[in-house]
T-cell receptor, first 112, second 119 residues
Framework: QKEVEQNSGPLSVPEGAIASLNCTYS??????FFWYRQYSGKSPELIMF????GDKEDGRFTAQLNKASQYVSLLIRDSQPSDSATYLC????????????FGKGTMLLVSP | GAVVSQHPSWVICKSGTSVKIECRSL??????MFWYRQFPKQSLMLMAT?????????EQGVEKDKFLINHASLTLSTLTVTSAHPEDSSFYIC???????????????FGDGTRLSIL
């Protein structure tokens, strides 16, 4: 079982729709969860992070964490063509230590 | 805030050349920085964790004698690819976390990456 799994996509949504990106992880001891966005040919940029079960909202983005199910998701409301990118889920699996394990990413395509 | 600068952005050089890449935290101090490599259409692979004032911790399978890491100050880490060969061509990205120590759950902030092409 891969440590951090994401559907590679592409996930295609029309402009204005809600995009839902999912991620599962294997280590139950994982403490911190991060979503990064990576445009083609560019480095990742931080979108959101979440540490506790439940939802965390920041503008059009909502991160959802369910540690019992080992599942973290990112919702993007009112999707825009500029949101088209690869979204990387990253997990800090060692309690407190800062190394991250990344999923392979989900490509999101938002069509005008 | 939390800006990480990486230089150079692009490097094209001949096989056998050594290449140095710099990673700087511009507006914060970072005891710990990270070096990643990303091949086309693949995810980021952690190469090593760079700790200020001590030896880097390399991931399994990464040759420490080939990828030399120096973290001489709280704002600068360097990665030197020694005797680079075409198979070393990749996108190298550094990241840093604000604060001290590798015991942190704060987000990593990434530099813009260095695209290395070895001919």
């Amino acid at each position: 079982q891969k440590e951090v799994e994401q559907n590679s996509g592409p996930l295609s949504v029309p402009e204005g729709a809600i995009a839902s990106l999912n991620c599962t992880y294997s280590d139950r001891g994982s403490q911190s969860f991060f979503w990064y966005r990576q445009y083609s040919g560019k480095s990742p940029e931080l979108i959101m992070f979440i540490y506790s079960n439940g939802d965390k909202e920041d503008g059009r983005f909502t991160a959802q964490l369910n540690k019992a199910s080992q599942y973290v998701s990112l919702l993007i409301r009112d999707s825009q063509p500029s949101d088209s990118a690869t979204y990387l889920c990253a997990v800090n699996k060692n309690s407190g230590y800062s190394t991250l394990t990344f999923g392979k990413g989900t490509m999101l395509l938002v069509s005008p | 805030g939390a800006v990480v600068s990486q230089h150079p952005s692009w490097v094209i050089c001949k096989s056998g050349t050594s290449v140095k890449i710099e990673c700087r935290s511009l507006d914060f101090q970072a005891t710990t920085m990270f070096w990643y490599r990303q091949f086309p259409k693949q995810s980021l692979m952690l190469m090593a964790t760079s700790n200020e004032g001590s030896k880097a911790t390399y991931e399994q399978g990464v040759e420490k004698d080939k990828f030399l890491i120096n973290h001489a100050s709280l704002t600068l880490s360097t990665l030197t690819v020694t005797s680079a060969h075409p198979e070393d061509s990749s996108f190298y990205i550094c990241s840093a976390i604000p604060g001290q120590g590798s015991f942190s759950n704060q987000p990593q902030h990434f530099g813009d990456g260095t695209r290395l092409s070895i001919l």
